[in-house]
């Protein structure tokens, strides 16, 4: 009975050391005063609006949408075929080869970034669009790889077997038997990686270049010479977008399962 009330404490513990932050950000997020005050001593909605007349978040916000949706969906054709050839293959260097596309979760983003830079925008010469896509799409890959995989473990192989023994092509049997049956987990391998790349500040930050950048990059650039709340009120409708469509995937879809 002692061990549950103090496991209990530790849980509840952890939960205020998670959400404390978000709270005061939102508290700060509706303040009257022209700086970040916490407690607020008033109550406005001015500096959500500010977000939407701000051109610069405006267009950052555009482009963090365009690299996030493009870079994820070219990471879903290199992903999903990625999956599946190590899940169901069985050949020399599978190690090797998944460690390679699961080695942007190993190295530093920062080092990542930096590499990136050098070689496509330095040595390349490859525009700052491009290298955005293509240091995004890098980046994401492996959560591809993980849920996929994890939604292909599910999938018996005897179903596949069947399938062929019936008269289907290998390619036939991927996108009529195994495509229906990992739909959910293609899904939600989308949702966490558009939220991943959307998030991203280590590659972006280097990547980024004169009126090209990422929401996460003008967000720092703004707070480097502003304090005012609209930074958090920002905060604030990113957190509830998140929110929203993670619990949208979750009920739907039961993310839960793909990502553990």
Same mark, same amino acid.
């Given at each position: ?8 404490? =530790? ?7 998670? +959400?404390?932050?978000?709270v005061?950000?939102? !508290?700060?997020?509706? @303040?009257?005063? #022209?700086?970040?005050? =916490?407690?607020?001593? @008033? =109550? ?7 977000v ?9 916000? @555009? ?14 054709? *290199? ?8 899940? /169901?293959?069985?050949? /020399? ?25 050098? +070689?496509? *925008? ?23 790889? /993980? ?5 292909? $473990?599910?999938? %018996?192989? &005897?179903?596949? $077997? ?9 390619? $036939? ?6 495509m229906? #049956?990992?739909? &959910? ?10 939220? #991943?790349?959307? #998030? ?8 980024t ?6 929401l ?8 480097e010479?502003?304090? %005012? ?9 990113? !957190? ?19 990502? &553990?």
């Open positions: 009975m002692k061990k549950g009330k103090l496991l209990t404490c =530790f849980v509840v513990l952890v939960y205020i050391f998670l +959400f404390a932050p978000l005061i950000i939102a !508290m700060t997020s509706v @303040g009257t005063e #022209n700086y970040i005050e =916490f407690p607020p001593k @008033g =109550f406005t909605f001015k500096w959500f609006l500010n939407f007349k701000s051109q610069s978040f405006m267009s950052s916000m @555009g482009n963090s949408f365009t690299i996030s949706a493009i870079a994820t969906l070219i990471a879903l054709v *290199i992903g999903v075929p990625a999956a599946y050839g190590l899940s /169901r293959g069985n050949f /020399r260097g599978k190690s090797i080869l998944k460690n390679f596309f699961l080695s942007p979760l190993i190295v530093p983003g920062i080092v990542v970034g930096f590499s990136l830079f050098q +070689f496509l *925008i330095v040595k390349l010469g490859i525009s700052i669009y491009m290298s955005l896509f293509i240091g995004h799409t890098l980046v994401i890959v492996p959560y591809i790889i /993980r849920v996929v995989g994890s939604s292909l $473990e599910g999938v %018996d192989y &005897s179903i596949e $077997e069947a399938a062929i023994s019936l008269g289907c092509t290998k390619v $036939e049997t991927f996108f009529k038997v195994v229906p #049956n990992i739909t &959910s987990g293609i899904i939600a391998s989308f949702m966490l990686s558009f939220i #991943n790349s959307f #998030n991203n500040v280590p590659v972006s930050m280097f990547l270049g004169p009126g090209v950048s990422t996460p990059i003008t967000m720092m650039n703004y707070v010479y502003n304090y %005012d709340p609209t930074v958090s009120a920002l905060s604030v409708i990113l !957190m509830v977008i998140t929110i929203g469509v993670m619990f949208i995937a979750e009920k739907t879809l039961g993310l839960g399962k793909f990502v &553990s």
